[in-house]
């Protein structure tokens, strides 16, 4: 059985979907300060939850990455130094980085590990090689590149590989689309992606004979490399990545449980010959998504990669109804509600490990002991104590039949 | 200040020879996005150019996964000795490419590159086999200029042509074309966005890809003087797409036998400068976000997670100091507005009175008017 396993690495666009990742099972997690990442509109962290953040993972023995990964103008650049201190003082275990002259940058300021973020679109052993020589320590792969030429790449150019595993994926090869810039004055390369490729286009082919075809034609289905595991694992891939900075915290979650329990099974069985792949599977459809394809994982993405519909015509069947907050004998379980549900629903609350835990919220209050019938998102509820809840855990709902 | 063009065949050849053109980039169909001359058109084409005293510059600008890079490298051998510089935009085909031929470089730093230190980077790395760098769309003219300054390498910039916005290796076309007759075919289409303002985006899908372009062509010939000022080396002319006697026209132009207005109303395709005159493309994103609450800094306390009016306030801590009942709160309502408060009662979740609620806790205090969900709370 092998013995080398990859790291799971999850997305955290906030300081408490970072302690969900880690909570959940994910060894390391990459993050954006308030600067210099690619999702401006995402709420990102302070220096202060930064701080924070380092400290809640390294004690956890989880991994944290920064995001450094626009293509910064001179202007942007020169404010990097300030924040290369920051982070070398604070012990963050790497920046990602798409831009050579931020790469150089950090080189002459730090120690920390550079990684070089998908955003470069490296896809082939020489231009690993390229990077490694620039300083970098590990390369985040471009989406077109299959596992098993990352394994190569990783031989050949002797430096570590990252692949993303799940998620939403740009359907131009990262960092080669400047439709924002061009038609909403928003450069897609610095955060301000206004998300084109998700638009609906008639297309006239200039046949007389051929009707105008609308499509969806350049929205990808979101990547899901579950049962790619152990390929990943063959060819030694270090790390594997899951899309999302921007998504829930129910989504930061059930990815790291999800693969981190995989990846678990995996190294105690040496195979995934398991029942549980069903039900991992089935965990992962009840998030959010679009349709899932391998995309380039095995072979190049084909048309069936493509999601010819419209955005948010695939949402789950299950909805996130709240957070715990605290849960104790003496307090009940304390839920910070984000989705209304009703007495007498069931819910489940997701375990760190295993499975979740069923239950039926038979008696809810307020938070000052008021029945309550029905809840209000953005409202603190209190239900009975259950052994196995603990704070931070997510509770969800199943909202279709 | 030279000027560099595509050549698509001996028609295109034989056009520009008397023109003051002095290199032609020749596209082969392998490595090239749009090329579509095979080994006998290049080789007959770069013949063809030598004898015009034409300069032949090799394109490699496709982007190659492992495989495809390992299917071509060994070819790229035959085609070279008829070229006389090769240009990359791939770091893998630039690294490849200094390790394993002697032909001058040519770096294509069209997709970001924005900043000189990333510049430098390149040039440093071919440790003097780079030639030229070809230089991104969307700087600004103050940026070219400090760069063509700057740099120790001379400098090219697209002078007229297609601006390309968005570049698959998926072939995206192909399942919604109704008579598909092989592989190799090049389709084209025009997309339309309901979504978008713009109309009539040209698209084409060959063997390399899906490519879409912008509606309108990017022109910066009338700023030809002043980049040749700025100590730009090269402007390049990108007719692939238009019919090519439109170069007489822009030769004409740029020797100043014509105006501006005489090209623009010859020219097929509308023109843009882009971002030439300035490039404000990051100035939105302060907008895309409330930044009243951005600022959790400092004397942050925390977000209130839940008004319930006239009864009390859930403030979950996220702050080492934690809670005090002795501290004096200013709150920031989403909207802006701003609260001081006085706690007079300061209760845990399990509706105890306390004197502190620590870090990653929720306090619960009395309500106070004007204060709902997401009010961020600070020290005073």
């Keep these: ?401 | 200040m030279k000027f560099v063009t595509y050549a698509q065949n001996l028609h295109d050849l034989s056009r520009i020879k008397n023109l003051g053109i002095t290199e032609v980039i020749l596209g082969h169909i392998d490595f090239s996005r749009f090329g579509k001359l095979s080994d006998d058109d290049f080789m007959n084409l770069a013949k063809r150019s030598k004898e015009l005293n034409l300069r032949v510059i090799f394109e490699w600008d496709i982007l190659m996964t492992e495989d495809k890079f390992h299917q071509l490298q060994n070819k790229i051998f035959d085609l070279l000795p008829q070229a006389e510089a090769l240009r990359v935009q791939d770091p893998g085909a630039f690294e490849w490419c200094l390790k394993n031929t002697n032909h001058p470089l040519h770096f294509i730093a069209e997709n970001g590159n924005h900043n000189l230190l990333a510049l430098q980077g390149w040039i440093e790395h071919a440790q003097g086999r780079l030639e030229r760098i070809v230089l991104s769309l969307e700087l600004p003219k103050n940026k070219i200029q400090e760069y063509c300054e700057q740099l120790k390498i001379p400098c090219e910039l697209l002078g007229l042509g297609r601006i390309l916005l968005f570049y698959t290796p998926r072939q995206l076309l192909a399942p919604l074309h109704d008579d598909r007759v092989s592989y190799n075919d090049e389709l084209v289409a025009i997309g339309e966005s309901e979504e978008s303002p713009h109309k009539g985006f040209p698209l084409i899908e060959n063997r390399h890809g899906t490519f879409m372009f912008h509606i309108k062509e990017f022109c910066v010939l009338e700023y030809a003087q002043e980049l040749e000022d700025y100590g730009l080396s090269s402007l390049r002319l990108d007719l692939r797409w238009t019919d090519f006697s439109v170069i007489d026209v822009i030769m004409s132009y740029l020797k100043k036998e014509v105006n501006f207005e005489d090209l623009k109303n010859t020219y097929p395709q509308d023109l843009m400068k882009g971002f030439y005159l300035t490039n404000k493309t990051d100035v939105l994103f302060p907008k895309l976000k409330n930044h009243r609450l951005q600022n959790r800094q400092g004397d942050y306390v925390g977000e209130v997670i839940e008004a319930e009016k006239g009864s009390h306030l859930a403030i979950h801590i996220k702050n080492e100091r934690g809670l005090k009942k002795s501290d004096r709160l200013r709150v920031i309502h989403p909207k802006g507005d701003e609260f001081f408060i006085n706690i007079y009662s300061l209760r845990n979740l399990a509706l105890e009175d306390v004197e502190l609620v620590p870090n990653d806790s929720v306090a619960i205090i009395q309500f106070a008017n004007g204060v709902w969900v997401k009010s961020h709370v600070f020290y005073v």
């Design chain 1, 1 to 401: 059985m092998k013995d080398y396993f990859p790291e799971i690495l999850a997305p955290a666009g906030n300081l408490e979907k970072l302690k969900v990742a880690v909570l959940y099972g994910a060894n390391a997690v990459y993050v954006g300060g308030q600067k210099f990442g690619l999702r401006t509109a995402a709420d990102n962290f302070t220096l202060d939850e930064l701080r924070e953040g380092v400290l809640f993972a390294h004690e956890r023995q989880a991994k944290v990455y920064v995001v450094l990964n626009s293509f910064l103008h001179d202007k942007d650049l020169s404010e990097i130094p300030e924040f290369i201190e920051f982070l070398s003082e604070i012990k963050v275990d790497a920046v990602i980085v798409s831009d050579l002259g931020v790469v150089k940058t950090v080189a002459s300021l730090t120690s920390i590990p550079i990684h070089i973020s998908t955003q470069a679109s490296t896809l082939n052993v020489e231009a690993a090689k390229f990077w490694k020589a620039a300083g970098a320590s590990r390369i985040v792969l471009g989406r077109e590149v299959s596992v098993k030429d990352a394994g190569k790449i990783k031989r050949e150019a002797q430096i570590e590989v990252e692949m993303f595993i799940h998620g939403s994926m740009c359907m131009a090869y990262s960092g080669n689309c400047v439709i924002s810039n061009f038609t909403q004055g928003r450069d897609s390369n610095r955060g301000g992606c206004a998300h084109s490729c998700r638009f609906e286009y008639s297309l006239d082919f200039g046949i007389d004979t051929m009707e105008k075809k609308k499509a969806f034609f350049m929205s990808s289905k979101d990547l899901e490399g579950l049962r790619i595991l152990p390929e990943f694992i063959s060819e030694e891939i270090d790390s594997l990545k899951i899309e999302g900075r921007m998504k829930s915290h129910l989504y930061a979650g059930t990815m790291s449980k999800v693969y981190s329990e995989a990846l678990s099974f995996y190294r105690e069985h040496g195979h995934f010959l398991s029942e549980d792949l069903l039900s991992w599977e089935s965990e992962l459809q009840k998030v959010s998504h679009r349709s899932y394809t391998q995309a380039s994982l095995i072979n190049p993405a084909g048309a069936d990669s493509i999601f010819n519909e419209r955005e948010n015509s695939s949402d789950s069947e299950w909805q996130m109804v709240g957070k715990v907050l605290e849960a104790s004998p003496k307090t009940g379980i304390v839920l910070e509600v984000r989705n209304a549900f009703n007495q007498g629903d069931s819910i489940e609350i997701l375990s760190f490990r295993g499975k979740a835990i069923s239950i039926t919220a038979h008696e809810i209050t307020d938070i000052m002991m008021k029945p309550v019938t029905r809840t209000r998102p953005s409202t603190l509820v209190k239900l009975p104590f259950v052994s196995g809840v603990e704070k931070w855990q997510l509770v969800r709902q199943q909202v279709l039949a």
